[in-house]
């Protein structure tokens, strides 16, 4: 078996990055659960969003396994603030389940799935790659839990008005993903080398476009299957 490439310094950060972005995904899910439960939203959904909160528990151990195979030594950067879910205090908890709903399942878990299969495809580096298989592989059940919660707000008292107030968040919804995802559109490469690529890295313009695919190949689709008609973007 071929040796894995040095890692480099950008791997050893993303590795590090992932760490905790996969235990804050545990900790918002578990409190996005938290108010599925005192909405009484369907036993079925409760159900697969604690599934979530542990799947998102395995992705942060296999990206520490990574970071130490990488070398990296420092602990994970992980901000407690960021560990809950917002509450506006002039709005149904409702509105609040159903915009986090969108944001961060209807969006963030959809394009994650061809985002890490993108990753995933030129990891050679064998903890890596076990940590992308298993993220892949579940990222596809939480990308279709985000369209289920959807789904069950329009079977609520209030389906009448959800295409309307998901409407109304998009546009800011929509502003948050590509401040994360396309910002780096025009930042090239950003150093990211063949090696790095097969730790599980990918230029940050390779990110902008796969957000911008999947506006067409899988949100407009899924959103007007649901009666949420939005403007061209």
């Known amino acids: 078996m071929s040796a894995s490439p040095e890692p480099s310094d950008r791997v050893r950060a993303e590795w590090r990055n992932r760490i905790a972005a996969e235990y804050g995904s545990a900790a918002i899910t578990q409190h996005f659960v938290l108010w599925l439960i005192q909405i009484g939203a369907s036993p079925d959904l409760i159900d697969d969003g604690l599934t979530i909160v542990r799947d998102e528990l395995a992705h942060s151990g296999l990206s520490a396994e990574v970071y130490t ?60 790659r076990r940590a992308l298989d298993r993220v892949l592989r579940d990222e596809v059940r939480h990308r279709d839990f985000g369209w289920a919660c959807l789904d069950w707000f329009l079977t609520t008292p209030m389906a009448d008005e959800v295409p309307a107030l998901v409407v109304a968040d998009l546009p800011m919804l929509f502003g948050y993903l590509e401040q994360n995802y396309g910002a780096g559109g025009e930042a090239g490469d950003g150093g990211i080398t063949d090696d790095d690529r097969a730790w599980g890295l990918a230029p940050p313009r390779e990110y902008a476009e796969i957000l911008r695919e999947t506006h067409e190949r899988d949100y407009r689709p899924r959103f007007a299957a649901r009666g949420v008609i939005y403007p061209p973007r």
């Open 69 to 128: 195979d990488a070398g990296g030594e420092e602990p994970p950067a992980i901000d407690r603030a960021g560990l809950a879910l917002p509450r506006r205090a002039d709005v149904p908890l409702e509105l609040d389940v159903l915009r986090a709903a969108v944001q961060v399942f209807c969006l963030n878990e959809t394009v994650a799935v061809p985002l890490f299969s993108h990753l995933r495809s030129t990891t050679t580096v064998p903890s890596a």
